[in-house]
């Protein structure tokens, strides 16, 4: 079946620090890949994604590489601010298929 | 314009009543989707919908009954409500059914049940 795994959270860190939000991935076939960010009160919204094998998907300073040999698609982002506090999803999309979400990643930046 | 809307934003009922959410997607999309996101902000599909045709049903009390009366509607009844069924529910759409294309959001309703 097709599944996502993220690191547990909340993350903390302080304004500037560098940010990675690990996730993998089991899926049949070669899903697409996206991270959604959804701020407090809030919808999700798409913060990147990426389609095929050693794609980059980038946005707003965040980025994530598919990596089909290790099922995986790290979020990083080299400086955050406290805006970036927000959760954040990883999913994968199977084509015709539904979208699989992981349980989400709790981010505070703290000034 | 809000591409993927829903109503209402806030509902607070009775165990037991019946109630309804709406969502409205003015992008042209083919798929809509609902979804419960619970306290730890897990979010769980619940139903799918592709050119009004209903493709995904997960494990959903049937007291949950979706209706999509055209492409760009897609609502959700509740019966008998329970406390269990308070939540935030997010509708959502998307160009088709998984593959590349994004699935869009709306602002979610948060319903709780007293």
């Known amino acids: 079946g097709n599944s996502v795994t993220q690191m547990e959270g909340p993350v903390t860190l302080s304004e500037e620090a560098f940010l990675t939000i690990n996730c993998t991935y089991t899926a049949t076939g070669y899903p697409s890949l996206f991270w959604y960010v959804q701020y407090p009160g809030e919808g999700l919204q798409l913060l990147l994604k990426?389609?095929?094998?050693?794609d980059k998907g980038s946005n707003k300073g965040f980025e994530a590489t598919y990596r089909k040999e290790t099922t995986s698609f790290h979020l990083e982002k080299g400086s955050v601010q406290v805006s970036d506090s927000a959760v954040y999803f990883c999913?994968?999309?199977?084509?015709?298929?539904?979208?699989?979400f992981g349980p989400g990643t709790r981010l505070s930046v703290l000034p | 314009d809000t591409a993927v809307s829903q109503t209402p934003k806030y509902l607070v009922t009775q165990m037991g009543n019946d109630k309804s959410i709406k969502c409205e997607q003015n992008l042209g999309h083919d798929t809509m989707y609902w979804y419960k996101q619970d306290s730890k902000k897990f979010l769980k599909i619940m139903f799918s919908y592709n050119n009004k045709e209903l493709i995904i049903n997960e494990t959903v009390p049937n007291r949950f009954s979706p209706k999509s009366p055209d492409k760009a509607h897609l609502n959700l009844h509740i019966n008998s409500l329970e406390l269990g069924d308070s939540a935030v529910y997010f509708c959502?759409?998307?160009?088709?059914?998984?593959?590349?294309?994004?699935?869009?959001f709306g602002q979610g309703t948060r319903l709780t049940v007293v």
């Open positions: 959502a759409s998307s160009q088709a059914p998984g593959g590349n294309t994004e699935a869009f």
């Open positions: 999913a994968l999309s199977p084509y015709g298929q539904n979208f699989v």
């Open positions: 990426a389609t095929k094998a050693d």
